[in-house]
T-cell receptor, first 111, second 112 residues
């Protein structure tokens, strides 16, 4: 079974620039999550999709972050404009039930 | 919302000894408790989970216990090996919206 795919794996940008991350979940998994993991902390949920609808985006900084999941499969997370405090690993996960299978993450560094 | 506290934040053990990590949760409705292991620079990987209708679960050297009354659950690693060195996260999940709340993590170092 293929895992959760993410790209790019690493990204370095300057503050105020824009960046986008891509995620392809495990086939058949209806629920897709984006997490932000700051160094030394646990993953923090940014947004949860059920198929192509948003279930929870209460912790998504909507003034700069946006996410979409067109056709209920792949998803993109965008940050525009980026701030220094956005430096983190962005993890995508998918699930069929309560469990989570995580992708390898995208390590974002904002200079 | 659910609040998960995890202790200790760091744990150093001698190879072959046992390691115990404890977590508490606040929402009695939580019914699913996974544990994730995250090695440096890698993704969190599910190592064991337990549901609220079970008090204990074992998988080789790893075991998890759950006390619903006290709202706490623990991870036990026996006969630790250097490859057990990692950050371990506990989490608690609510049944309806599948909201998963993570603890802050425990950095486990196994000394050879």
């Amino acid at each position: 079974e293929a895992g959760v795919a993410q790209s790019p794996r690493y990204k370095i940008i300057e503050k105020r620039q824009s960046v986008a991350f891509w995620c392809n979940p495990i086939s058949g998994h209806a629920t897709l999550y984006w997490y932000q993991q700051i160094l030394g902390q646990g993953p923090k949920l940014l947004i949860q999709f059920q198929n192509n609808g948003v279930v929870d985006d209460s912790q998504l900084p909507k003034d700069r972050f946006s996410a979409e999941r067109l056709k209920g499969v792949d998803s993109t997370l965008k940050i525009q404009p980026a701030k220094l405090e956005d430096s983190a690993v962005y993890l995508c996960a998918s699930s069929f039930g309560q469990g989570r299978i995580f992708g390898p993450g995208t390590r974002l560094t904002v200079l | 919302g659910e609040n998960v506290e995890q202790h200790p934040s760091t744990l150093s053990v001698q190879e072959g000894d046992s390691a115990v990590i404890k977590c508490t949760y606040s929402d009695s409705a939580s019914n699913y408790f996974p544990w994730y292991k995250q090695e440096l620079g890698k993704r969190p990987q599910l190592i064991i989970d337990i549901r609220s209708n079970v008090g204990e679960k074992k998988d080789q050297r790893i075991a998890v216990t759950l006390n619903k009354t006290a709202k706490h659950f623990s991870l036990h690693i026996t006969e630790t090996q250097p490859e057990d060195s990692a950050v371990y996260f506990c989490a608690a999940c609510l049944p309806n919206d599948y909201k998963l709340s993570f603890g802050a993590g425990t950095t486990v170092t196994v000394r050879a």
